[in-house]
Each structure stands twice: as C-alpha cells, then as structure tokens.
C-alpha cells in the first residue's frame, strides 16, 4: 500500500495541503487535468518538421476529453512553436488551458539577459502574452547552481510580479538530498517537477519515493514526468505483462504506468508525452474520472516491480562507492542500471536512448567509454561486482544501437 493513497481523497487532500499557496481561482490544483500533455515529444522536433495539422487535432482530442494543461519548454526543439501554432484556430480560450514552459541555464545561457531573451522568445513562440506556469528547467547535481549564477529565481519572481507568468516552481532530476537543498533555497516554488514511474519509484539510484516525501514534507505539489521512461514501461517483459493483464484488463501498458505515478501522493498532474492520436485516445479515456489505481492494482505493480528486480543481473544498490574512486567520473551505477533495463526489456535503442539521458544528461557524468579500466570500482565495490565486465557487456550489446535523439536546442 502507498502511503497517502486513498482514492477517495487523493486530489482533494493534495488541495488541502495547498492552502498556503496562495493558488489563484484560475490555477487551483483541482481545476488542473490529472492527465497533463508534454510536448516534448513531437515527432520531427530534430528538423523542424513537426505536422503542425496532426499535432492541432492531438490538442483538440486531449482538450475535448477535458484535459487542460500543455509542458513545453524553451530548450524543446520547435515544441513551444508547435503547440502555439496547434493551439490557434481551436474553439478553445487562453483561459481555458494552462501553459507550463521552462527557462535553462545550464545550457545556451550566458548572461541574466538571456533569461529575458529566453522568456520573451517563450511567450513569442506560444503566442500568449503569459504563462500559467514557469519553472527552472531540471535542478539537479551541477545545474543548480548554474541557476544561482545567472539569479534565475529573482528573475522568475520579477517575471511573475510583471505578469507576464502566474505561478512558478523548478523541474529536477536529482536526489532528495538536492530537493531538500533546493525547496529550502526556493521556498517559493508553487509546483515541483519530478521523474516517477513504477520501475525507478524505489531505485538506489533515482530514490523516486523519497523524493516525494521530500516535496510533500515541504508542502509543494508534484506534477510527474517521466512516468513510461522514455517508452521503455509501454515494452515490458511477458512475464511482468502477465500480472499486468490481469490487474489493468481494459489499458495498455504504457497507460498502466501514467497511472501508477498519477496514483503518487501529493502528485496532480501526470505527463504523457503524445506524439499519436491513438495514444491522446487512449490515455484520455483512462484518465477520465481518473481514480487513483486500487489496492489491488498496487499489489500488481509491487508483484511487477519484484519481477523487473529479480531481472536485474547486475546487483548494484546504488551506493556509489565506486564513484568516490573514479578518476574519470564515470557514471558507473547508473550504466549498471541502463544494462538492467536492457536486460528486462531487451530494446537496445531505448536503453542506449537511457544511457546518454541518465548518465550524461541528468547524471552529469562521463560515459563508459571515457573509463580507463584502472580498476578503482571493482576494488570499491562493497558488492564486489564485475564492473568492468558489464561495462564490455553494454559495449557490445548497447552502445552500438543509437538513435538520433536530440533533447535540447542544438
Ligand atoms: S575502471 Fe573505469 S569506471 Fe572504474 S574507477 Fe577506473 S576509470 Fe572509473
Ligand atoms: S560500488 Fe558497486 S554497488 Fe555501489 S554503486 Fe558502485 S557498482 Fe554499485
């Protein structure tokens, strides 16, 4: 049983805990979607060939089926452009839906000046002359301070004091610790973004759970991202799909997992990132009178969860001691972890996708290939794994299946 997770109680006692937030009419908690719509995932983002006609009619499905809130970011290749352009001509007001964009500077920022630049060209892009949410775009390990550097949070607060933003928050790949540093240092952050999904929700190396006890014990709501993992929970293995037919007999799999992390408490908005019709369809559907997932669903995906760790060949609790010894800052346990998700879900592409995202990316650390096989890991090893032999194993069976991926502005 997940604490907190009473289904008859679940949005309004998220609400509650929001009295202090001073949400306005428009943004209150309870008026926002349970199913939120990421735009990060559009296809033909990389060229700019996004099917601004498709994209419309995905809109225009979600917003049909009562779903209100669109995640887009400045740094998403042409997916702010692309919403603002789907969202004209529909039979829809500016007050009908809200808007979440996001503003970086651990990346194409060198100045406070570029936070404006970034903010107006969000606006421009969007075509609106606000936002109902804007949040510091993945806290985390280095970027944070980045974030100090550039005076993002004075800016956002200005922003939201000109109207040109309602709310603010920050998104984050990072551990509790880093929240906790984070909520403590941005006491007025209205939302938090966080990474939960069933198979990393009790990971050493993502501590998804903890995390949200962080955000709770700070009073701050969660919208969930990540909750399929990059598509990796929509391909899961027969044996897990077994127990997942029977607990959720009318959803996909990749629906099953929306539903899990918009079960979380204290979590009121879950993105799924639509790039089909079918899919807008399909998660519309589960998501209407969304009831957080039974008590028996939840013994399912803890039954799924056993499974999916039994899978893990590679015994890594996540407690990086190795990493204290790397010379060359490898990001040893999270490509341990990428190998177990190959070895679960054998999609090389969707684990090589995983590799660069969670060790690069979010972990800020080197690939396998910078290691120099000194050997320092395996002697740190409490659990005396083989390290550099899975590292030959995701050389060989990873690393050579990549897909083009771009995640950020060029
Ligand atoms: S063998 Fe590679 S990963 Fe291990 S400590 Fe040395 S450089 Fe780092
Ligand atoms: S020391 Fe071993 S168990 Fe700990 S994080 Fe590194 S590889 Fe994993």
């Known amino acids: 049983m997940v604490p907190g997770n009473d289904a008859s109680t679940h949005r309004s006692s998220i609400s509650a805990s929001l009295e202090c937030l001073e949400f306005d009419m428009e943004f209150k908690i309870e008026n926002v979607s349970p199913l939120g719509f990421g735009c990060m995932r559009f296809d033909g983002r990389e060229t700019n060939e996004i099917d601004i006609a498709h994209t419309r009619q995905m809109v225009k499905d979600y917003l049909d089926a009562g779903g209100n809130y669109f995640d887009t970011a400045w740094a998403y290749p042409n997916s702010e452009a692309a919403l603002g352009e789907a969202l004209q001509g529909l039979d829809y007001d500016r007050e009908s839906y809200f808007i979440c964009s996001k503003c970086v500077t651990w990346t194409h920022c060198e100045s406070e000046d570029d936070l404006e630049r970034q903010l107006q060209e969000s606006l421009a892009n969007l075509q609106t002359d606000y936002l109902d949410m804007y949040l510091m775009h993945n806290l985390g390990g280095r970027r944070t301070a980045t974030f100090e550097k550039y005076h993002a949070w004075e800016f956002m607060k200005r922003a939201k004091e000109r109207g040109l933003v309602r709310h603010i ?224 194993e995701i050389e060989r069976d990873v690393l050579p299946f990549s897909q083009k991926v771009v995640l950020m502005k060029p």
């Not at 973004?193 to 006890?213: A, H, K, M, T």
């Open 169 to 392: 928050g920050f998104s984050a790949h990072c551990t509790p610790e880093e929240l906790e540093e984070s909520c403590e240092k941005f006491p007025e952050a209205e939302v938090v973004q966080l990474q939960i999904n069933y198979l990393d929700w009790e990971s050493p190396s993502f501590r998804e759970r903890q995390c949200v006890e962080v955000a709770r014990k700070h009073g701050k709501p969660v919208i969930a991202m990540e909750p399929v993992k990059g598509g990796l929970l929509a391909n899961p293995s027969h044996a897990v799909r077994e127990v997942l037919d029977e607990a959720f007999p009318n959803t996909g799999y990749a629906v099953d997992a929306l539903l899990f992390a918009a079960s979380m408490p204290g979590v009121f908005c879950t993105l799924s990132g639509m790039n089909a019709l079918e899919q807008v369809r399909e998660n519309a559907q589960a998501f209407k009178d969304f009831k957080p997932l039974s008590e028996q669903q939840l013994e399912a995906i803890g039954a799924v969860q056993r499974i999916m760790g039994e899978t893990h060949t590679v015994q890594c609790t996540g407690c990086e001691y190795c990493a204290k010894v790397c010379p060359e800052n490898v990001g040893i346990s999270r490509s341990l972890e990428v190998l177990n998700y190959y070895k679960n879900f054998g999609d090389p592409y969707a684990a090589n996708y995983q590799l660069g995202f969670v060790v690069r990316f979010n972990g800020g650390k080197n690939m396998i290939t910078d290691c120099i096989r000194c050997g320092a890991c395996e002697e740190a090893c409490p659990q005396n794994l083989p390290i550099l032999s899975y590292f030959d």
